[in-house]
């Protein structure tokens, strides 16, 4: 499958290279639609030049493909993660994933399976879905410790390669940012 990876997004205004809208796994006959969307502010940040539309905008066009399960893992704040929940049909499994906290169980919204598992990898939720009834069997979450479940090593210099990207951007920006400014006076005449 090399070559076919990607990042899914749903929410971008425009094509960008190794990003698409969704991705559509097939299990037996079931089709699996998987997507994320972003919260527009990210779009603002230091380190992100990409185009976002309102997810309320995105997410109708993609639930349209047909699936018989749809994922959606919505990078926003949970209250608005959950207010679209609310009002947007055909949402079965939706992952918060911006803010920390974790769920100790699903919770259920609009027919939506809310989960939550996002302490800053400290822990990895599990859910077992049954296909047939469309609906959740078992939850865990397992707390990861680093003596028991060691970091991969080709994540962690992933991780650690973006980690110094971000940081020397932001702060060469921030750095320039700051030669814009004019000198503070000081309170002391010469």
Partial sequence: MAGKAA????????PHPGFKDYALYRIGERKI?????????????????LTIIPPDQAL???????????????????????????RT??????????QIGVYSRPAKLNGCCLL????????????????????PKQFGIIKLKPQVYKPDPEVQLLVSNYEKWRDQRYFARRKKQQRKKPPAESYFKK
């Avoid at 990042?7 to 425009?14: A, K």
């Avoid at 749809?70 to 993660?81: K, Q, T």
């Avoid at 990895?124 to 469309?134: I, R, V």
């Fill in 7 to 14: 990042v899914v997004c749903g929410n971008l205004s425009s």
């Fill in 116 to 135: 939550k598992c996002n302490n800053r990898g400290r822990s990895l939720g599990w859910l077992n879905w049954d296909l047939k009834d469309n609906t």
């Fill in 33 to 49: 639609l998987v997507t994320s969307l972003l919260s527009p502010t990210i779009a603002n940040s230091p380190v992100a030049r």
């Fill in 60 to 86: 109708p066009r993609i639930l349209s493909t047909p699936h018989d399960l749809a994922i959606v893992i919505f990078h926003l704040p949970d209250a608005r993660a959950r207010e679209m929940v609310s």
């Fill in 89 to 98: 049909p055909g949402i079965d499994i939706a992952i918060l994933a911006k």
